[in-house]
């Protein structure tokens, strides 16, 4: 008997489940009334007098340990039974939560919606999938326009009048098509384009569009209004610095540089030892396009800038390579929680 008790001790020490079910299969074969553990208590009659006290703890302990072990492999599995009928301890501690943490793209986001919320510039949305009207033609793009190029822009093959937006300056339109002047907006979104994706560039990247029209609206306003954004965004001491450059839309058009961040405006790799890094494209609204969306252009004058998010999230952070935006590592993620 006390062979068999130990023999016994030693298959449920070792006993192994795969599910809740076998589980159960198993305290069927041990703990049921036939159970080979229960079969056990029925021999008992048949010891000794004089080994009935030792036999009887050892199975006791038996039986224990074979209900203690059936547990310890249960709590391993749960069936549709135990969870909907387990009733929650609210006394438990919680576990260990990771608190989540917005994007870096989603943070710079917010703090250029907040710089230009304070000087008056509301926000506006437009759709990503737009034609060729709003993203090109009605900014003034010629027909022949590389921008227009499949090599760089995601055109729909069965209607090439329909694209994904190369910039947000399509909403530029939507809204002066919409909304009478003056106007003070900004609109952020997804922009795309047909680039192979490396550190520098992606097919998808983020915009910030700036429109502000009014009459005698002035180039003067438009430096300002940037000066004034650089400043809040990379601290007081930024310097910015304006180049002719030229857009279908705007005329005059600048592009924007602000003195580095990294080296103060000496020289490092990130501003190729020129001090500078550019941030975005401005100008006046070209006449055009004010007329193409019946704005009297004798009346009203107006300025418009565009700038990357991804861009300026990668200055503000030091971030070297665009793909750990899109990557959604969350060691890269982690070190933003806590900001806004
Ligand atoms: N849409 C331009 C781009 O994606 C950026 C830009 C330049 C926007 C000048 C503007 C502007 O509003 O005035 O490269």
Known sequence: ???????????????????FEEVELLRLKYLSKKGLVSVLF???KS?????????GQRLNDLKTKAQERLEELKSGFSSVETELSAKPDLTRPSGNNQPGSRHPLSIVRNQIIDIFGRIGFTVADGPEIEDDWHNFSALN?????????MQDTFFIA???DILLRTHTSSVQIRTMETTKPPLRMIFPGRVFRNEAISARAHCIFHQVEGLYIDKHVSFADLKQTLMYFAKEMFGENTKIRLRPSYFPFTEPSGEMDVSCLICGGVGCNICKHTGWVEILGCGMVDPNALENCGIDSQTYTGFAFGMGIERITMLKYQIKDLRLFFENDVRFLNQFTGAF
């Open 158 to 160: 069965t209607n090439p």
């Open 1 to 19: 008997m006390l062979d068999r008790i130990d023999q016994l001790r030693a298959e449920i020490d070792s006993l192994k489940a795969v599910s």
């Open 141 to 149: 793009f010629t027909a022949d326009h590389p921008a227009r190029d």
């Open 42 to 44: 029925d021999d008992f």
């Open 47 to 55: 010891v000794p007098a004089e080994m009935k006290r030792e036999v």
